[in-house]
């Protein structure tokens, strides 16, 4: 069965500090995985996602996350963080022959002044 | 516009009152899923479809019934709601290994 485990229930991050949002999973075969935020009020949108070729994916509004097959961990990183940047974010994994997306718990950012 | 709605947005009712709330996406994706969204629980998949007339149980199927008669449309429906399904609900579609797009919500609340 494929699990992913978002270790941090908050992280606190001063603004124009760089950011960092765990995630780690396990599935059997390889994984596609996913980031998504949701903002206060609103649907989940869509971040970024590694299916295959370089480790470090870049996604919208500044946000890049690292694939470490070892370790088996897709990390959130912002170099800056915005307090715009303030939101749930979660973690999805997802293998080739599964119909099933799996989240994780998320994590709260709050990014302050 | 791609997109993935869900009515109502919000919804009170009262134990034992069969709902309905519908979803539907134009992006022709093969798959569409119900989530339910709980504090300190994340969002877990209720009920999902790979197609037309193939649907299967998620995480936490008890109470809740799906059809997918069209591609289009995936509703979700509650026989006889109980407080314990009060909860924020979720719609969602993709197309194999590619992103999953959400609907807005339904805030669902049982008394």
């Known amino acids: 069965a494929q699990s992913v485990a978002q270790p941090e229930d908050q992280v606190n991050v001063a603004e124009g500090n760089p950011l960092t949002v765990k995630c780690t999973y396990s599935?059997?075969?390889?994984?596609?995985l996913f980031w998504y935020v949701q903002y206060p009020n609103r649907g989940l949108q869509f971040l970024l996602k590694?299916?295959?070729?370089?480790?470090l994916v870049k996604g919208s509004y500044g946000f890049e996350a690292e694939f470490n097959k070892s370790q088996t961990s897709f990390h959130l990183k912002k170099p800056s963080a915005l307090v715009s940047d303030s939101a749930l974010y979660f973690c999805?994994?997802?293998?080739?022959?599964?119909?099933?997306?799996?989240f994780g718990t998320g994590t709260r950012l709050q990014v302050t002044l | 516009e791609a997109q993935v709605t869900q009515n109502p947005r919000y919804l009170i009712t009262v134990t034992g009152k069969k709902l309905t709330v519908t979803c539907s996406q134009n992006?022709?994706?093969?798959?569409m899923s119900w989530y339910r969204q709980d504090p300190g629980l994340g969002l877990r998949q209720i009920y999902y479809?790979?197609?037309?007339?193939?649907?299967d149980k998620g995480d936490v199927p008890e109470g809740y019934k799906v059809s997918r008669k069209e591609k289009r449309n995936f509703p979700l429906i509650l026989e006889s709601p109980s407080p314990n399904q009060t909860s924020l609900y979720f719609c969602?579609?993709?197309?194999?290994?590619?992103?999953?797009?959400f609907g807005p919500g339904t805030r669902l609340t049982v008394t």
């Open positions: 590694y299916i295959t070729g370089d480790n």
């Open positions: 999805a994994v997802l293998t080739g022959t599964a119909s099933k997306l799996t």
């Open positions: 599935v059997s075969g390889n994984p596609y």
């Open positions: 969602a579609s993709r197309t194999q290994g590619v992103e999953q797009y």
């Open positions: 992006m022709n994706h093969e798959y």
């Open positions: 479809s790979m197609n037309v007339e193939v649907t």
